[in-house]
């Protein structure tokens, strides 16, 4: 597929939280945004999450797992409008871009004979294998959406999925693979701790509305102790496994249920908050995606602890539930035109690498990128 003006790029995110598939349409030609089109989610069932949440940390082949979320993706993008390319994530089971590598399962050309539609898949291999992280791949994205929204000074957005996970933009730059374009890497938690303390304790998934938080204090002790760990100490680029910061639920194992919630709340707040240290100059605002700006709790803490303004993306005239799904979309248009989307400045990586394996209906897969 050449492709010359704009098309339309359907994307999709199964995100580490685990409450779904989110799929979106975006009109880009890879590099500016066009337009926006409809999206729509798929919740997992509660035994399909356990199948899939059993192969987290697992390296190995998953058919069962994987079937699922092939499935899942089908039924839902099956019912949505036809796009001509679909970028499809899969869903992360296993993270350890300094070790064993990056592991999502899902099999791209699977979907492209059901939907018999080209899809772009596999994103993050070939960053991993040139000595990147993998992730964070939204970046080149937010740098779209930074031009898109005619920023004209550094700005920041910050994801607040199960993982937290920010991009630092100057808009100033040309192209998001320029020197100094962009920095970007995981800050530390979002809601993956907060979400395993409510299940363990209280059989709910999250905190909805940050209304336990909200009665609660958080304990300084653990929160010097979270933020000892070395990977504060790390130079960014850095990425994260969902379950690096699990022993984060039991080190709050003798607080009550509000206090406990304070303090996991508290932690994604310190943490943003010693990410800042790393940019270049402190960005104009923090947009604020993903599941986390829904708690208020969660956004009032980050706004006490940042000395700049954090707004949901809304405010942008954004949709903050489906940046991650569009900049599957996005990153799929840059893949099939072989444009980069990762450098060193987002992942680590050697040099800007355009990631990705090209599925077309009826044949066999074939690497386009890396
Ligand atoms: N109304 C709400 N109140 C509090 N928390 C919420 C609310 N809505 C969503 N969340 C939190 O956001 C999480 C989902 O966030 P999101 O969909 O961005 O995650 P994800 O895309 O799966 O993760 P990642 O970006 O790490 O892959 C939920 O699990 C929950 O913790
Ligand atoms: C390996 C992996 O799937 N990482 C995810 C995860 O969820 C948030 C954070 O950790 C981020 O690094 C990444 O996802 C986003 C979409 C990214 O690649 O930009």
Redesign the pocket.
């Known amino acids: 597929m050449k492709i010359t003006g704009p098309v339309r790029a359907l994307g999709t ?1 199964s ?5 779904g598939v ?1 799929a979106a349409i975006i009109v880009t030609n890879g590099v500016t945004i066009e337009s926006f089109g409809a999206s729509d989610y798929r919740p997992y069932s509660d035994t399909e999450r356990d199948v899939i949440r059993a192969g987290f940390g697992q390296w190995g082949d998953l058919p069962e797992a994987a079937e699922i979320v092939e499935t899942a993706h089908a039924q839902l993008l099956n019912r949505m409008e036809p796009s001509d390319l679909i970028g499809f994530h899969g869903q992360t089971v296993a993270h350890d871009p300094g070790g064993r590598g990056t592991h999502q399962i899902g099999d791209g050309q699977v979907l492209a004979e059901i939907l018999q539609t080209p899809v772009i898949w596999d994103f993050r291999s070939a960053d991993v294998q040139l000595g990147g992280q993998g992730a964070p791949l939204a970046p080149f994205y937010h740098f779209a959406l930074a031009k898109w929204m005619k920023a004209d000074a550094p700005v920041a957005f910050l ?5 937290a996970n920010i991009t630092w933009i100057d808009p100033r730059c040309a192209r998001p693979e320029q020197d100094g374009a962009l920095l970007a890497f995981d800050t530390g938690p ?2 993956a701790p ?2 395993d303390l409510m299940q363990n304790r209280l059989g709910q ?6 209304a336990l938080a909200a009665r609660g204090s958080a304990d300084e002790s653990i929160l010097r102790d979270f933020l000892a760990d070395p990977f504060f100490y790390r130079m960014p680029p850095k990425s994260l496994d ?1 379950d690096y910061f699990a022993h984060l639920s039991r080190a709050v194992s003798d607080l009550s249920d509000a206090d406990a919630a304070a303090t996991l709340t508290a932690a994604v707040a310190m943490s943003v908050s010693d990410a800042m240290q790393h940019c270049p100059i402190p960005p104009a605002t923090v947009w604020v ?4 700006r ?2 208020p709790t969660m956004m009032q803490m980050l706004s006490a602890t940042l000395d700049m303004p954090v707004r949901p993306v809304e405010d942008a005239n954004l949709d903050g ?1 489906m940046l ?1 799904a569009q900049a599957f979309g996005y990153l799929a248009v840059r893949v099939a035109r072989g444009l980069p989307t990762s450098c060193p400045g987002t992942t680590g990586v050697r040099a800007a690498v355009s990631g990705g394996t090209k599925s077309v209906p009826g044949k066999l897969a074939q690497v386009v990128g890396g």
């Open positions: 995110m995100g580490t939280s685990l409450d989110d994801n607040l999925g199960g993982v979002a809601n907060l979400n998934d999250c905190d909805r509305e940050g969902r995606a993903g599941g986390g829904k708690n539930d991650e």
